[in-house]
């Protein structure tokens, strides 16, 4: 199974759809937050989407967070804010690991990131819009019978 991740959209449809001609036939997407409503753009894929709201969300609609299984994979969706991400990733591999994850899917740094830590593997797509070193991306996640890979796609 593929999955496409972004994270940190911020308004730009144009990040959308160079995301979505980057990364195509995914058999789904997760947007993680700072404007999850650009998730409806990754509609036009045709197939199943995943939000969870960031710090720039006003929506209560859409949850904070979240744990979906897709592959065969527990994965858990958080934007990262609530777990200070930008100081240490420590706390948000720690809930991961409480809630039985394989992943856990992170934003709000806007730097990529691909690291295991203990049996979880974290991922943060970076930002698909503000990049604050590099260039925009977004990830791509391989899942096959329960297990997570995952790579930086630069836009």
Not at 9 to 31: C, E, S, V, Y
Not at 129 to 155: F, Q, W, Y
Request: charged share 15%; net charge neutral; aromatic share 6%.
């Amino acid at each position: 199974m593929n999955v496409g991740v972004i994270s940190d959209t911020h308004g730009n449809g144009g990040a959308l759809r160079r995301a979505l001609a980057a990364l195509p036939q995914m058999d789904a997407w997760i947007h993680l937050g700072d404007y999850a409503s650009d998730s409806r753009v990754l509609e036009a894929a045709g197939v199943p989407v995943y939000a969870v709201r960031g710090n720039c969300d006003g929506d209560a609609r859409t949850e904070a967070e979240r744990v979906i299984t897709l592959g065969g994979a527990r994965l858990f969706l958080t934007h990262g804010h609530r777990y200070g991400v930008k100081q240490s990733t420590g706390a948000v591999f720690y809930r991961a690991e409480e809630l039985m994850c394989a992943a856990v899917l992170f934003g709000h740094t806007h730097i990529p990131l691909v690291e295991a830590q203990g049996s979880v593997l974290g991922v943060n797509p970076g930002s698909a819009t503000l990049p604050h070193h590099g260039k925009p991306s977004v990830a791509r996640l391989t899942i096959e019978n329960g297990d997570v890979n995952a790579r930086i796609v630069l836009l």
